[in-house]
């Protein structure tokens, strides 16, 4: 079984890409970040055509999650439960679904803005909520992973010039504990192996020529309970789909299970 994380970056401007890859990569199910649409807008008909049913969770030009799966689509669940909402709105950051014997969230982690920014104590508490809605999953028999944009870069190795980022978002030490809070929930993290280079980035920024020098962070993660990760065979960023005109700034991960 093929499970994926990919934030598209807006699935409007990605569409072609999307299902390109959907044909060549056979991933059987796919958590998407940053659709940007409204639900009634998503293309449920050009996926249903490649055999995908699709869970979406979105309102509009912002945020936006979805869960695309061609074994089966259950139990949806849209938002994460105590979600602390900013600013008096609660936004569309998660979903889950079973998807045949897997069950999956695909989550898009506030971004925290600036440390300090009401947006920053925000994505904590967000945490807080994410690790207290899938400790019974994660304690469960049951295959379970949360796939996502994450936003923060797990450990130094997991950005491109630590210095650079000294003092922003993604790298704080309380971003981190947050983000080490899953693993105390019963989810470890699921390293994809390096293809390229030593680092399997997942985020490139379009400015600075942020790609081509692989200046990128490791935020799309993948976080499994332990029958989750026994059955991994396989884990993997497909650069090849952030090449390219019209690429997202994000390339996905891919997880391949044995189950």
């Not at 949806?76 to 609660?90: I, Q, S, W």
């Not at 009401?118 to 967000?126: E, G, N």
């Not at 065979?233 to 789909?241: I, T």
Request: net charge negative.
């Amino acid at each position: 079984m093929r499970i994926a994380t990919w934030n598209v970056n807006s699935i409007t401007a990605r569409l072609p890409r999307l299902l390109a890859w959907l044909e060549s990569s056979g991933t059987d199910v796919l958590c998407l970040q940053e659709a940007k649409i409204a639900e009634e807008q998503f293309p449920f008909e050009e996926l249903r055509a490649l055999g995908y049913e699709a869970a979406v969770h979105a309102t509009g030009r912002w945020n936006g999650v979805a869960v695309l799966s061609r074994v089966g689509l259950e139990d949806v669940v849209k938002g994460l439960p105590g979600d602390p909402g900013y600013d008096g709105l609660t936004e569309p950051r998660a979903i889950s679904a079973t998807c045949g014997p897997v069950r999956v969230w695909s989550v898009y982690v506030p971004n925290g803005r600036e440390v300090g920014h009401p947006h920053y104590a925000y994505k904590l508490q967000w945490f807080e909520a994410l690790k207290a809605a899938v400790y019974g999953d994660a304690q469960g028999s049951r295959p379970f992973a949360v796939l996502g944009d994450y936003n923060v870069a797990p450990t130094d190795d997991d950005v491109h010039d630590p210095a650079a980022f000294e003092g922003s978002t993604h790298v704080t030490p309380a971003e981190r504990a947050a983000l080490a809070g899953l693993r105390e929930a019963g989810l470890d993290d699921i390293v994809p192996r390096p293809l390229k280079y030593d680092h399997p980035f997942t985020y490139w920024d379009y400015r600075q020529l942020c790609f081509p020098k692989n200046r990128g962070m490791r935020i799309d993660l993948v976080y499994g309970n332990e029958p989750f990760a026994q059955a991994v065979k396989d884990a993997y960023v497909d650069r090849e789909e952030r090449k390219g005109k019209g690429a997202s700034d994000h390339a996905p991960v891919v997880v391949d299970l044995d189950v």
